[in-house]
Structure formats: structure tokens, C-alpha cells
């Protein structure tokens, strides 16, 4: 079964730096999607990037990038020069598709922003 | 113009009751799912629909019945609410049919927070 797993339930950034939140996920499949979702307190699930498997080339959003390591089912969120509206709760999901698709959420990684 | 849109945002209701939350899109997508939040953020699938078929039951209690009418509604009716479905209620939609892959990027609406007294 596939599975994520964030194993950071809360970071913290000051303005203007940079964080990293990690996600693993476990598949035997090759072909999937990868995303992150950004949840801010109004509850919105916000799509912030997305990342094709098949893909070799990192997905890139203005200031967030991501880390695809494919072999070793990592896939981490990269925010750069961090801002107050970037606090969330961030989401890491896994869509493999196929006759059922469905997201396969991780438990999330609460992100603070500090002034 | 929002792209999915659900009501009610806040349920609050006794236990025992029905409720209903319905559920539009105007992307023109082919599939629509519902997912739940729990007391700990954790989301899960519940249902999806392809084209007003039924698709995806995750082992969901028979007293949650989607219903949709065409492909741009998909509706949750609860029957006999218990405390156990208070919860973040999320619909969701995709471009794409089943069975052609990954899907395309889901889209959610605005989230329905259901509280059961």
C-alpha cells in the first residue's frame, strides 16, 4: 500500500530565510504525481507545486522548489526568501491514479513564519 | 468566479440528524471526490465520481451516501450523525478519466467544518 510520511509536525522560519520540509512516501509503482498543498488558517487547500515522476527535472514555483530524489522516494518542499503569509499547514500528497484515483496524504507539517 | 464551491462552511447539528453538503464545479472536470479532516488534520478520500459514476468507496460507514446528479455536483448526504463525524468535509475536483494514469491536479473547495453535539 502506499503510503507518505512527514516526519516533521511543526517547523519554524524567520522572515526572509529559507526551510525545507521533508516528505517520504513508499510505491512500487513508477509512474505518479507528487504534490504539495498548502493549508493557511482560513482551511483552503491551496495547490503549491506539483511533481510528474517521470520528471527528472525538479518542479520549480516562483519561491518554492522542490527536491525529487525518485529512487529513494523522497520529495521535499524548498521555500525560499520566506514571508508571513507562507505560515500553514503544509501537505505533502502521492497520486498514483490508475483505475482509482485518489490523494494519499501525509499527517502535515505545521510551518510558523517568525518576524 | 470560484472554481468549487461548497455549502454549507458550518454545520452544526445534534446527533441523530441528517444533513446534507452539497457541492459545484464550473472547471469542467470529468471527476469529483470528497475527503475528510479529521480533529487532526489528517485528510482521507471518502468517494469519488467519474462522470456521476461511483468510483472510489473507502470503506465509508453506509450512513455517508454521495449523490450526483451530473458531473459538476457531487453532494454528501449524512445519516444519523454521530460525534465521530465531526470533521472538516473537502470536496475536490480533477480533469482526467480513471484508468489513463495519474491524475491532473485536484482542486478543493472551501471545506465544510461539521460539528455534531
Known amino acids: 500500500a502506499q503510503t507518505v510520511t512527514q516526519s516533521q509536525p511543526e517547523m519554524s522560519v524567520q522572515e526572509a530565510e529559507t526551510v525545507t520540509l521533508s516528505c517520504t512516501y513508499d510505491?512500487?509503482?513508477?509512474?505518479?504525481?507528487l504534490f504539495w498543498y498548502k493549508q493557511p488558517p482560513s482551511r483552503q487547500m491551496i495547490l503549491v507545486i506539483r511533481?510528474?515522476?517521470?520528471?527528472?527535472q525538479n518542479a520549480t514555483e516562483n519561491r518554492f522548489s522542490v527536491n525529487f530524489q525518485k529512487a529513494a522516494k523522497s520529495f521535499s518542499l524548498k521555500i525560499s526568501d520566506s514571508q508571513l503569509g507562507d505560515a500553514a499547514m503544509y501537505f505533502c500528497a502521492y497520486d498514483y491514479g490508475g483505475a482509482t484515483n485518489k490523494l494519499i496524504f501525509g499527517t502535515g507539517t505545521l510551518l510558523a513564519v517568525q518576524p | 468566479d470560484t472554481a468549487v464551491s461548497q455549502t454549507p462552511k458550518y454545520l452544526v447539528t445534534q446527533m441523530g440528524n441528517d444533513k446534507s453538503i452539497k457541492c459545484e464545479q464550473n472547471l469542467g472536470h470529468d471527476t469529483m471526490y470528497w475527503y475528510k479532516q479529521d480533529s487532526k488534520k489528517f485528510l482521507k478520500i471518502m468517494f469519488s465520481y467519474n462522470n456521476k459514476e461511483l468510483i472510489i468507496n473507502e470503506t465509508v460507514p453506509n450512513r455517508f451516501s454521495p449523490k450526483s446528479p451530473d458531473k459538476a455536483h457531487l453532494n454528501l448526504h449524512i445519516n444519523s450523525l454521530e460525534l465521530g463525524d465531526s470533521a472538516v468535509y473537502f470536496c475536490?475536483?480533477?480533469?482526467?478519466?480513471?484508468?489513463?494514469?495519474?491524475?491532473?491536479?485536484?482542486?478543493f473547495g472551501p471545506g465544510t467544518r461539521l460539528l455534531v453535539l
Open positions: 475536490a475536483s480533477s480533469q482526467g478519466l480513471h484508468g489513463a494514469g495519474p491524475t491532473e491536479t485536484q482542486y
Open positions: 511533481q510528474e515522476a517521470y520528471k527528472q
Open positions: 510505491t512500487s509503482e513508477s509512474d505518479y504525481y
